[in-house]
């Protein structure tokens, strides 16, 4: 059993940044896989980056390519989503997640298991 704890969000105008940050917890002595999500009102959740057991993404959401920034904190199982240049689109509930099998990044909301609380992020003036 894990235990996902998100941390970070809130109100930011447009072109700010803001950090989230995500620790998991629990029963696992090896890096698992984090995949970071959102959710705008009256849309699907959609994924947005995602570390397995590297140090690094593999891959982002096309929206927010070359202004979000996903890594590995020192402690093993913590990741951070920097998020530069903000846009009003970019508003949304924010999620971090790990996969049924722990390990591999995937895409499909449907093959994460454990969720983070959420945290809303909203980009206004």
């Known amino acids: 059993q894990l235990q996902v704890v998100q941390s970070g969000g809130g109100l930011v105008q447009p072109g700010g940044s803001l950090k989230l940050s995500c620790e998991v917890s629990?029963?696992?002595?090896?890096?698992?896989?984090i995949g970071w999500f959102r959710q705008a009102p009256g849309k699907e959740r959609e994924a947005i980056s995602c570390i397995n057991n590297s140090k690094f993404s593999n891959y982002y959401l096309d929206s927010v390519k070359g202004r979000f920034h996903m890594y590995r904190d020192d402690a093993k199982n913590t990741v951070n989503l920097q998020m530069d240049s903000l846009k009003p689109e970019d508003t949304a509930a924010y999620y971090c997640?790990?996969?049924?099998?722990?390990?591999?990044?995937?895409?499909?909301?449907?093959?994460?298991?454990?969720w983070g609380q959420g945290t809303q992020v909203t980009v206004s003036t």
């Open positions: 629990g029963n696992t002595a090896d890096y698992v896989a």
């Open positions: 997640a790990v996969p049924k099998d722990n390990y591999f990044c995937s895409r499909s909301v449907d093959e994460y298991y454990y």
